[in-house]
């Protein structure tokens, strides 16, 4: 059985930098894609970072290159999303999302999953930039 649960939202000024975690329970980092998404009210969830075949592979949306990292530790059942220099407009509802056995989704979307391809979820765990 697959389960989520993401923590490490805060509030935090711009410029200085969150860790938000997913611990998972049921995926294999080597053949199942993990990523994280954020959302604010009345907008479609987003796309930030998704991480897949033990980490070899990862991807971010434009507004996140060079600010944030996604990673895994497969010890800990852990995916990370590293966020620095964070910025007012990434305020949102961060959730993290699973999808078992990505490889074909994975590439048809040259790792860009849309949130329809992910089919388990966190919670969400919430960050706020202030300026």
């Known amino acids: 059985q697959v389960h989520l649960v993401d923590s490490g939202g805060a509030s935090v000024q711009a410029g200085g930098s969150l860790t938000l975690s997913c611990v998972t329970s049921?995926?294999?980092?080597?053949?199942?894609?993990v990523g994280w998404f954020r959302q604010t009210p009345g907008k479609e969830r987003e796309g930030v970072a998704h991480?897949?075949?033990?980490?070899?592979?990862?991807i971010y949306a434009d507004s996140a290159k060079g600010r944030f990292t996604i990673t895994q530790d497969e010890a800990d059942n852990t995916v990370y999303l590293r966020m620095n220099t964070l910025k007012p407009e990434d305020s949102a509802m961060y959730y993290c999302?699973?999808?078992?056995?990505?490889?074909?989704?994975?590439?048809?979307?040259?790792?860009?999953?849309?949130?329809?391809?992910?089919?388990?979820w966190g919670q969400g765990t919430q960050v706020t930039v202030s300026s």
């Open positions: 999302a699973a999808r078992l056995d990505c490889h074909g989704s994975w590439y048809q979307y040259r790792g860009r999953l849309p949130s329809k391809e992910y089919h388990y």
């Open positions: 049921g995926v294999s980092y080597n053949g199942d894609c």
């Open positions: 991480i897949y075949s033990g980490g070899r592979n990862r």
